[in-house]
């Protein structure tokens, strides 16, 4: 149940964010703000859904000012895989070069531009950076260009992690890219852009953020791990004071705004303000801490979709989005961490659901309140409700346990049989 404690523990945690410009009105000032970079010829990066809200053009438009030329790329997969970033980079090498570039969206947008910034600064093909043993796991050797993202949705927080997530499609399996040279160099947060997001896009994504905020609070914590040379440092260090801190604020922001933003967010500008600045804190808390089983069990649910189509998503193919894949089998995983830090799960819900009702059993609190806000916002009940049943249960865990990277920030041990039974257990979870 408990972690072993290693011989020569851990002291050192470090902290990394971009620059961040946050406010309505804040994308105005891009053109100005690339203008300071020096550069002259920018690629804004983003998705067919994201280009007809008209922000990515007008974002591109602004810069001629600053004598500054702007080409919108708008084929980023919602939900990128290795075929579509290849083509993405395939398309900015063609028509390069280019001295900057601006992701105008969500995850999927910015990861998009992350994986062209770096594909076309540097040598190789993508599968020499993709984390082993999928890829090469490869570190860049050449320093990045300015990359300046401006998120559309409340959720991912990509624009201030060192990730860049992608579905390898012949493998069936999600997973990254990660160094911190991916990093933004500069995140404008604007709420204005999400007044557009759609209401399921909306519960999706603000599911992500919430998994990203109590994840990084309940992982484990920073000096149970060994003590790391300074060469084998990661982004990663499990929970740590300042990380809390974001995650704690996170959730604080989410009580009081999420319903609202899902239930009439093109009218209450208060909530999405909130959701934008929610999902840039939990960004800044995951991004140095780390997520543990929730996200694990995405990869596969999302990887191995098979008839899903979600309300508000492109209807061509099937998908479990993101921030769905990881909230589903939330309630049931933190009823599995509870014993870890009691503490911790229960100031979590405290946070996120202050009027909650106590049940008499404490490791009850957090997973009713998750569940509780699911049903609310209209989240699929459970891994069933998106097509899977007890027989698709050994693919799914051999799919989590392929993500060991995400299992060592868990605050307990975790095996197969640990995993197969948060699944079944999650397969309805109201
Ligand atoms: N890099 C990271 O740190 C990180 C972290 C978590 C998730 N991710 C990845 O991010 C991706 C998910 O990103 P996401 O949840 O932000 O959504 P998304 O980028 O996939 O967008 C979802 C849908 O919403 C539409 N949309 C977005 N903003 C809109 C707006 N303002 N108005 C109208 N429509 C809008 C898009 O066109 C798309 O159809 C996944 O691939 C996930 O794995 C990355
Ligand atoms: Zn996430």
Redesign the pocket.
């Known amino acids: 149940m408990t972690l072993p404690t290693p011989d020569t523990p851990e002291t050192v945690f470090t902290y990394g964010a971009p620059h961040l410009k946050y406010g309505p009105g804040a994308s105005d000032e891009i053109g100005f703000d690339l203008s300071q970079y020096g550069v002259h010829r920018v690629l804004v990066v983003?998705?067919?859904?994201?280009?007809?809200?008209g922000?990515p053009q007008r974002v591109a438009d602004q810069m001629k000012q600053f004598d500054i030329e702007a080409h919108v790329f708008d084929g980023?997969h919602?939900?990128?895989s290795d075929e579509s970033l290849e083509r993405a980079i395939a398309y900015a090498r063609s028509a390069g070069p280019w001295d900057a570039f601006v992701a105008v969206?969500?995850?999927?947008?910015?990861?998009t531009a992350?994986a062209v910034n770096l594909l076309t600064t540097n040598p190789g093909e993508l599968g020499d950076y993709v984390n082993a043993p999928v890829g090469k796991g490869r570190s860049p050797v050449n320093p990045l260009n300015p990359l300046v993202a401006v998120?559309?949705?409340?959720?991912?927080?990509?624009e201030?992690?060192?990730?860049?997530?992608?579905?390898v499609l012949a493998l069936k399996v999600?997973t990254?890219i990660s160094h911190f040279r991916?990093r933004p160099t500069l995140a404008v947060i604007d709420p204005d852009?999400?007044?557009?997001?759609?209401s399921g896009?909306t519960a999706?994504?603000g599911m992500?953020i919430l998994c990203?905020a109590l994840e990084s609070y309940t992982a484990r914590w920073y000096t149970t791990y060994d003590h790391k040379r300074a060469e084998q440092r990661v982004p990663y260090c499990g929970s740590n004071p300042i990380a809390d801190m974001w995650s704690e604020k996170a959730m604080g922001l989410l009580a009081t705004s999420f319903r609202r933003a899902v239930q009439r967010g093109e009218e209450d500008g208060e909530a999405r303000a909130d959701m934008a600045m929610a999902a840039t804190f939990a960004?800044m808390g995951?991004?140095n801490a780390g997520v543990h089983i929730p996200?694990a069990n995405?990869y596969p649910i999302?990887g191995r979709v098979k008839g899903f189509h979600p309300k508000?998503?492109?209807p061509d193919e099937p998908m479990v989005?993101?921030?769905m894949s990881?909230a589903l089998t939330a309630p049931e995983a933190f009823r599995f961490t509870f014993g870890a830090s009691p503490e911790r799960h229960v100031r979590a819900a405290e946070l996120l659901a202050p009027d909650a009702d106590r049940p008499d059993d404490l490791a009850e609190l957090l997973p009713r309140v998750i569940a509780d806000l699911m049903r609310d916002i209209d989240l699929p009940n459970g891994v069933g409700a998106v097509g899977y049943d007890e027989g698709d249960i050994p693919g799914l865990v051999e799919g989590t346990m392929k993500q060991q990277r995400l299992l060592a920030t868990c605050p307990r041990p975790v095996d197969e049989d640990d995993i197969a039974g948060i699944f079944r257990r999650s397969m309805e979870l109201w």
């Open positions: 983003t998705d067919p859904g994201v280009a007809a809200t922000h980023a919602v939900e990128p969206g969500g995850g999927s947008s910015i990861d992350k998120p559309t949705t409340t959720g991912t927080g990509a201030s992690t060192t990730i860049c997530v992608l579905d999600k990254g991916l852009l999400t007044l557009t997001q759609p896009v999706s994504a992500d990203h960004g995951f991004g996200h995405a999302a508000d998503y492109p989005p993101h921030g990881v």
